[in-house]
């Protein structure tokens, strides 16, 4: 930032008329034919003298620089006298037109003095060509003048080339600056969604309910772990659901080559199955009705013998639903659609439309008793394998993660 001035001075600018614009950097006298000197003595002259006006145009332009800036710092403490002494404080105004503050203008200016610089120049050739025959000039004194001339334009140029640079470099901070608040300000905004979709929304790790409010091929939730190699399981959960025809697909596990390994679905008019390796089981349970109902399925690949519970009680029973078949591991459990393809190939017609809770999965058969316990709210118990808890359950394309009633509203609901 600019110093500040010590208190009480302040700087007086005066505008001048434009004719007045030359008057720093006189032209060397023009010699005159007829003079007392001897012509080469004149010609001698001017050109010291020439050299002179260019030496001091270097120096100008070295020191411009400086004077840009330092200029610039006074323009804002600029108090500006009309020439009658009349002072006058004029506000957001240039008051300095000989040098702006704007650096494409200070180029232009640059220019511009260029421009004048070499029409002076040439302006002397032009009157020593009148006065003294050009051809006389020497070689060397020739050359040199173009030398001059050349090196002249070359620092005026480079001079506009360090400006432009600054302006550049200017803007690339300004750039980066801008780029490194939005980056830490994106990192701040993700951070505040994971924690209000993380456990900091819920009173408890498990007291939540996935919701999907539409019937679509892109609302799911997933379940981040996998399933080991199964001979047994029990997949226990609370749902609530009004759509028709069918409630679609609660849940899908699929594995490379396999993608109906287990699937619970209830679509069009058929009532609810239970898929697993592709065979097809009919489960007598009723659940569309738009209340909460606890459902458990228990199966086992001996005999492939299957249960099915709602509301704690015992509602059907089977064999020969794909006997000595063991689950495959490390496949994709997905809530609320049916997978075509491990992880995709969604449905919308298949899709579970509703909400869903405590979806929990064992490696064995659980006692009847203890699915009643589960039902009633007497017992929680977290599946083994897969345990109903937030930071498993990762929600998308418009899923939602809520708090959930607890065990005994959903069990009034029934």
């Known amino acids: 930032g600019e110093q500040e001035s010590p208190p009480g001075s302040r700087f007086v600018c005066t505008s001048l008329p434009l004719d007045a614009a030359g008057a720093g950097c006189p032209l060397p006298p023009v010699p005159m034919q007829g003079g007392s000197l001897p012509p080469e003595e004149e010609l001698k002259a001017t050109v010291l003298q020439l050299r002179e006006t260019v030496l001091q145009q270097k120096e100008t332009i070295g020191s411009q620089r400086e004077a840009i800036r330092e200029l610039t710092g006074k323009l ?85 080339a360090e400006l432009e640079d600054e302006k550049s470099l200017l803007h690339n901070e ?56 199964l001979y047994a399981f029990t997949v226990c959960l609370w749902l609530r659901s009004s759509a028709s025809p069918g409630i679609g697909t609660p849940f899908s596990y699929a594995v490379p080559g396999q993608a109906n390994e287990i699937v619970l679905i209830e679509w069009g008019n058929n009532p609810i199955e239970l898929l697993i390796n592709d065979k097809v089981a009919q489960l007598p349970l009723f659940v569309s009705d738009g209340k909460w109902h606890h459902i ?3 199966w086992t690949t001996r005999d492939g013998m299957w249960e099915a519970f709602q509301d704690g009680e015992k509602l059907g029973t089977g064999e ?39 979806f929990n999965i064992w490696d064995r058969v659980l006692k009847a008793e203890d699915i009643m316990n589960i039902a009633n ?29 607890t065990c005994e509203e959903r069990l009034l609901d029934l």
């Open 174 to 229: 300004t750039s980066a600056h801008r780029q490194k608040t939005e980056t830490a300000l994106n990192a701040l905004l993700e951070r505040v969604s994971e924690l209000e979709k993380g456990n900091s929304a819920f009173k408890s790790p498990d007291e939540f309910k996935v919701s999907l409010p539409l019937r679509t091929n892109y609302l799911y939730g997933k379940i981040k772990k996998t399933l080991p190699e």
């Open 320 to 358: 020969n639903l794909a006997p000595w078949h063991p689950i495959k591991p490390g496949g994709v459990l997905i809530l609320g659609q049916e997978q075509d393809t491990v992880g995709g190939r969604f449905d919308a017609t298949q899709a579970f439309v509703g909400e869903m809770s405590q």
């Open 377 to 405: 709210c007497s017992t929680n118990m977290p599946g083994n394998i897969i345990p109903w808890v937030d930071n498993n359950v990762d929600v998308f394309g418009g899923a939602t993660k809520w708090p959930v009633e």
């Open 76 to 160: 804002s403490r600029c108090e500006v006298t009309d020439g009658k002494g009349t002072w006058k404080k004029e506000k957001g105004k240039d008051t300095m037109g000989d040098l702006p503050r704007d650096p494409a203008q200070v180029i232009d200016q640059l220019s511009r003095t260029m421009q004048t610089l070499k029409d002076r120049l040439e302006n002397l050739e032009h009157h020593l060509r009148a006065n003294v025959s050009y051809a006389a000039l020497p070689n060397d004194l020739r050359e040199m003048l173009q030398r001059r001339l050349g090196d002249l334009e070359r620092q005026l140029l480079s001079k506009v």
């Open 296 to 298: 458990c399925i228990t």
